[in-house]
Every structure is written in structure tokens, then in C-alpha cells.
């Protein structure tokens, strides 16, 4: 599968962004989806992740409440809204698929997209 992720750029601290991202294939819906981030210096981490029927999501705890993720199967798309975004989540966002129904952990992501830059000014 394929991805290509969109939506980041620069927004004041407050506001919203929504990241999008396209994969390929005929069976995304097999796929659990996350989306990780890695700002500079710091490893990645995940920030957000969804069963392929998007049933079931998981968030970091530092996002929890400001941001969203879903998935629009039709589409071949999963989504990140970020709402309330804070200067600590400037970061390049990756999103990601994998083979497990949901993972939480890097290592079950066997496919990644480019990363999408998201900067927050204070």
C-alpha cells in the first residue's frame, strides 16, 4: 500500500488543522492506520491510531481530547483533525499502515507515507 499524506503548515498556537491521507490499494480497509509524528531531535512517536473499520481508535495521552483521528473507506483515506494545537506539537506527521487490526506500536507498521510538516507559532 501506498500512502501519501497532507494537510500540514504553520498555524498560531489555538488553532486547528486537519491532516489527510491517501493509500492505494483495493484493501485498505484491512489496515489498522496511525498517524506518528518526530519533531527535531526527539524519536517518533505515535500519536493516534484506528482499526480498519475504525471501531476502535487510540490516542498519546498528550493529544487526547484536542485531536481526532478517523477514515473514510470509500475514500481510501484516514484523517487527523488537530484542534487546540499547542507549540509542543510542531513535528513531521507520518501516517502509517498496518497489518494488525490496530497497532500501537511502531514496529507493526510495515508501510509509511512522507511526512507531512506541521509548525505551531506561540
Known amino acids: 500500500v501506498q500512502l501519501q499524506a497532507s494537510g500540514g503548515g504553520l498555524v498560531q498556537a489555538g488553532g486547528s488543522l486537519r491532516l489527510s491521507c491517501a493509500a492505494s490499494?483495493?484493501?485498505?480497509?484491512?489496515?489498522?492506520m496511525g498517524w506518528f509524528r518526530q519533531a527535531p531531535g526527539k524519536e517518533r512517536e505515535l500519536v493516534a491510531a484506528?482499526?480498519?473499520?475504525?471501531?476502535?481508535?487510540y490516542y498519546a495521552d498528550s493529544v487526547k481530547g484536542r485531536f481526532t483521528i478517523s477514515r473514510d473507506n470509500a475514500k481510501n483515506t484516514v484523517y487527523l483533525q488537530m484542534n487546540s494545537l499547542k507549540p509542543e506539537d510542531t513535528a513531521l506527521y507520518y501516517c502509517?499502515?498496518?497489518?494488525?487490526?490496530?497497532?500501537?506500536?511502531?514496529?507493526?507498521?510495515?508501510?509509511w507515507g512522507q511526512g507531512t510538516l506541521v509548525t505551531v507559532s506561540s
Open positions: 484506528i482499526s480498519g473499520s475504525g471501531s476502535m481508535t
Open positions: 490499494g483495493r484493501t485498505f480497509s484491512t489496515y489498522g
Open positions: 502509517a499502515a498496518s497489518s494488525y487490526s490496530i497497532a500501537v506500536v511502531l514496529s507493526r507498521y510495515g508501510y
